[in-house]
């Protein structure tokens, strides 16, 4: 048990299609974020949400949309995607209202593959 | 922004041996720099972090140096073993941004 849940572990989709990924973290954490991570290249911040408000979207296209329901879960809805936009995609919470005083606990995060 | 810049991008060591990876940053303001751990299809785990008010931190076999005035940081293991084997990432941040940087990434292998 990780404490921090992604659904699902792997999805193939069409560059037509809809979807969503889910995270739920099980920690009572305040944070919580979305990142990108492509091979042989750094993880890339892509949202923010503290407290249930967005404070970061770090230039994400829009094809690229989260929600934030509650402070548990968070959502990545996906349509119109590109073959580049294939990679693995954290969920991450961290315990702070704020910054990074505390580290990040990560999911073990939803491999995507466009096709 | 923050830039930071990890090297080697690859590194095998012999079994006991002990692995050093160095971490560059460009933002003077970054206080927090945290290493994280990904073995081969897992998530990234905290294995140590250290604030700037403090030179050196270790944990067991595991120990982070850093230079504020050179702005560079680095994790030392020593006596590694096979289950050292993973990316080891580091990253960089200011303590009140939620913009943790990071590096690109090195992949450790560990020769028993």
């Known amino acids: 048990e990780t404490g921090v849940t992604q659904t699902p572990r792997h999805l193939v989709m069409g560059m037509t299609n809809k979807k969503s990924l889910k995270c739920e973290q099980h920690?009572?954490?305040?944070?919580m974020y979305w990142y990108k991570q492509s091979a042989k290249k750094p993880l890339e911040l892509m949202f923010v949400?503290?407290?249930?408000?967005?404070?970061e979207n770090n230039s994400v296209p829009s094809r690229f949309s989260p929600e934030c329901p509650n402070s548990s879960h968070l959502f990545l809805h996906l349509h119109t995607l590109q073959p580049e936009d294939s990679a693995l995609y954290l969920c991450?919470?961290?315990?702070?209202?704020?910054?990074?005083?505390?580290?990040?606990?990560f999911g073990n995060g939803t491999r995507l593959t466009v096709t | 922004g923050e830039n930071v810049e990890q090297h080697p991008s690859t590194l095998s060591v012999q079994e006991g041996d002990s692995a050093v990876i160095k971490c560059t940053y460009s933002?003077?303001?970054?206080?927090?720099f945290p290493w994280y751990k990904q073995e081969l299809g897992k998530r990234p785990q905290l294995i140590i972090d250290?604030?700037?008010?403090?030179g050196e931190k270790k944990d067991q076999r595991i120990a982070v140096t850093l230079n504020k005035t050179a702005k560079h940081f680095s994790l030392h293991i020593t006596e590694t073993q096979p289950e050292d084997s993973a990316v080891y990432f580091c990253?960089?941040?200011?303590?009140?941004?939620?913009?943790?940087?990071f590096g690109a990434g090195t992949t450790v292998t560990v020769r028993a």
């Open positions: 991450a919470s961290s315990p702070g209202t704020y910054g990074h005083n505390s580290p990040l606990h």
């Open positions: 920690l009572g954490h305040n944070a």
């Open positions: 949400y503290s407290l249930e408000e967005r404070v």
């Open positions: 933002d003077s303001a970054s206080n927090y």
């Open positions: 250290i604030r700037s008010n403090v």
């Open positions: 990253a960089a941040a200011q303590s009140n941004d939620y913009k943790l940087s």
